[in-house]
DNA sequence: CTGTTTATGATACGAATGTATCACTAACGG
DNA sequence: CCGTTAGTGATACATTCGTATCATAAACAG
């Protein structure tokens, strides 16, 4: 059986039996050989592709945070097919909307971001770099739209972009938790989200 | 030795040794042993006091709830005492700030509300329920402060106050987590609830 | 065809964990 | 004054974990 294989696939396979245990059992509680067990190979497997639990750890991690710019950007991308060109408000809205634990992709996603940011807390190998920087990326795109608004004169000039996007992404981690925590429906929280994008972009 | 003791004294006094070793070595990874260790005491008394792990767990939680409005409540009396009776705006201001980890203390708080919140995520034994009625306590008390101040022309009608109160809160948490994961500083999260603070509230 | 490298498998090992067990000491009730 | 019970201690046990070790089968080079 042991064939000459693609190893960046092979590594991405056991990295999604990773995240997909560790989104129902949790990231702590889930061992390599459940790992193995998921991904459907041995023990073995998994030790000769990441030498070590906290190199897989951080392969995973790197692995969801693509898989998340992957679905924002496919979300932008069929919004402009299926209308008009990505608005400022439409893209703040596509990358609010795809924060939300709506469905059991984004869900799993919210529940292991959460599980990696208390992770590496308390944890300093675990550096938590890769979702960080990819929120960064995101933070200062909303503000640029914010700011192409406000040029279009669709957005108050009144408004400071670099702070209410801020605002709006710790809006959507909190709505995100609190959606998980039960105490919010996905709905309320989209209700929030649409009513800050009313004010920030008044029709 | 054996003495007659204070029971509820002697849980606190663990959960809190539970409480302080998990801020740093992370709630999962925090065994009986360390616990035992850190409050001074053998492995066998925090069995007795807490039959199991889970049990020690839930109990630490609620302290950590029941300190937490505790300086909330003890925020809002100190400015009550330094100046003019608690405003909406003061006590809407103390709610946020004091939940941003500035020292080390809310540090602390932040760091393991977050492991809580992901450990309670996967383990359906351990219910977040106290964090989460506490939040939604705190929601309800922040809304009617909102209202308050529409009513006294303080705050612009046109808001919604029970939006405006969850949206509030979330942003209170993603900033705490910002700061936690070194994406922002406390001074920069500051600003951002200073600047809806400024909008809420005109002055 | 042969030997060397890549890929895979079975299993062993030491450490750490939560929990259970046995033993003992001090205090209070009668 | 004595026995019953609450409080405390030392230690044992089974399990699970990450990692290491030994062995081997397939693929390609020469």
């Given at each position: 059986m042991p064939r000459r294989v693609d190893h960046e696939e092979r590594r991405q396979q056991i990295a999604d039996a990773l995240l997909r245990t560790a989104?129902?059992?949790g990231?702590?509680?889930?061992?390599?050989?459940?790992?193995?067990?998921?991904?459907?190979?041995?023990?073995?497997?998994?030790?000769y592709y990441f030498g070590t639990k906290e190199e897989l750890l951080l392969a995973?991690?790197?692995?969801?945070?693509?898989?998340?710019?992957?679905?924002?950007?496919?979300?932008i991308e069929r919004m402009k097919e299926t209308g008009s060109a990505a608005s400022p408000r439409g893209v703040v809205a596509a990358i609010l909307t795809?924060?939300?634990p709506a469905d059991e992709e984004r869900r799993t996603f919210t529940v292991l971001?959460?599980?990696?940011l208390a992770l590496s807390l308390t944890d300093p190998a675990l550096a938590i770099k890769p979702l960080v920087r990819n929120s960064g990326i995101v933070s200062d795109l909303v503000a640029a739209q914010l700011r192409a608004a406000q040029l279009a004169g669709d957005a108050p000039a009144s408004l400071d972009a670099d702070l209410e996007s801020i605002s709006l992404l710790a809006m959507s981690v909190g709505l995100g938790t609190s959606v998980l925590a039960g105490q919010s429906s996905v709905a309320q929280a989209q209700a929030v989200i649409d009513y800050h994008l009313r004010r920030l972009f008044p029709a």
């Open positions: 989104a129902t059992r990231l702590h509680a889930t061992g390599m050989r459940e790992v193995a067990a998921e991904a459907g190979v041995s023990l073995r497997l998994v030790q995973a991690m790197q692995h969801l945070a693509v898989r998340f710019s992957d679905r924002v950007l496919a979300r795809e924060a939300l971001s959460t599980a990696y």
